[in-house]
């Protein structure tokens, strides 16, 4: 039954190489929203006159630990925390969930700590349920965030965290 004149042919002589066809893998890198989530937020005439600047820019950083000369109140945009593949046979789906943080004194005046909560808000409004973001190769299917939620910290330092989750979508070439 294996000699080479069944080779490719179940029991029955269905050919399998006809049946399914062979699908190369999708090679994708994985997807990075943290500098579109930036450049959004640097955009909105709300949130940007509420943070400090660092190097003669708004205080937003997309990497940790942020500099130490970063004064407070600023806006720290966490790399991707989950990663759940919702693949289908011709695409790449990958959900992704971002943290963007805030933070400032609590023990400042208590502007700071209700600049911080707006600043939260702000965000929350700014991306959710919104097509404002971008992603080379990558279609934008749907963005959600939860929060404004307090993240205990120390030191006298208050933060207000909004998670945006994300889902993307690749066709394969």
Request: contains cysteine; glycine residues 6%; aromatic residues 10%.
């Amino acid at each position: 039954m294996w000699d080479s004149e069944y080779w490719g042919q179940d029991y029955w002589g269905a050919d399998y190489w006809g049946e399914a066809p062979f699908i190369p893998p999708i090679v994708v890198t994985d997807p990075d929203l943290a500098i579109s989530i930036r450049e959004a937020i640097l955009g909105d005439m709300v949130i940007t006159p509420l943070l400090s600047t660092y190097l003669g820019d708004p205080a937003v950083f997309t990497r940790t630990p942020v500099p130490g000369g970063a004064d407070y109140p600023m806006i720290v945009i966490s790399r991707n925390v989950i990663k759940v593949n919702q693949d289908g046979v011709h695409d790449y789906r990958p959900t992704v969930a971002y943290q963007i943080a805030t933070y400032g004194k609590n023990s400042a005046p208590p502007e700071q700590y209700r600049a911080i909560s707006t600043i939260a808000y702000e965000i929350r409004t700014l991306l959710h349920r919104q097509h404002n973001l971008s992603l080379t190769d990558w279609t934008i299917t749907d963005q959600v965030c939860s929060g404004p939620v307090d993240q205990p910290s120390a030191d006298q330092i208050t933060a207000r965290v909004v998670t945006l989750t994300a889902r993307l979508a690749q066709l394969a070439a």
